[in-house]
């Protein structure tokens, strides 16, 4: 009597996704901890978990770039997008809060010194609620590179722009 052949079943390949470039503290829930680089002309924080006059998107806690006269606010923080494939997309929501004309107050996000987002900070453009934004970065891909939300505000009717929950995903 001949015994039947077992069949011993291979592993089956996984497959691997590289992990994701992380946002630190994208959500600003860990306060002022060091993750972001904040630069204000007038001296004011800019992440802030408090006396806001607008709700965060979530949490407590959202960056206020602007909201003063003759203002220049910088948010940074830098990637390291090296081992990184395509696609990658920059995700983050935002507000505007401003009564003032346009062409005077200005928010960009700058990738490695590259604008590649901008918006006019007037009452036209006002927003009552959060926007989300989401940007391709294939461009970007293969090295370390520094993110920076920046805010120009002219001398008179400061102009506010609001962000929260800042996340780098492989879908837009």
Not at 71 to 80: C, R
């Amino acid at each position: 009597m001949t015994s039947a052949p077992t069949f011993t079943p291979s592993p089956t390949p996984t497959a691997t996704t590289e992990p994701l470039p992380l946002v630190l503290n994208g959500d600003f829930e860990q306060g002022r901890n060091g993750d972001w680089a904040e630069a204000s002309s007038n001296g004011a924080p800019i992440i802030l978990g408090g006396g806001l006059p607008i709700s965060a998107r979530s949490g407590h806690y959202v960056a206020w770039l602007g909201g003063l006269d003759d203002e220049i606010s910088v948010l940074s923080q830098t990637f390291l997008l090296a081992g990184a494939s395509e696609p990658l997309y920059l995700k983050f929501y935002y507000q505007i809060r401003s009564s003032d004309g346009c062409r005077y107050d200005f928010a960009e996000v700058r990738f490695d010194s590259f604008v590649i987002w901008e918006a006019d900070l007037c009452s036209s453009e006002e927003t009552n609620d959060w926007i989300g934004v989401s940007l391709n970065l294939s461009y970007f891909l293969g090295a370390d590179m520094k993110l920076e939300f920046i805010v120009t505000t002219d001398y008179s009717v400061p102009s506010s722009f609001f962000i929260d929950d800042v996340t780098i995903t492989r879908s837009p």
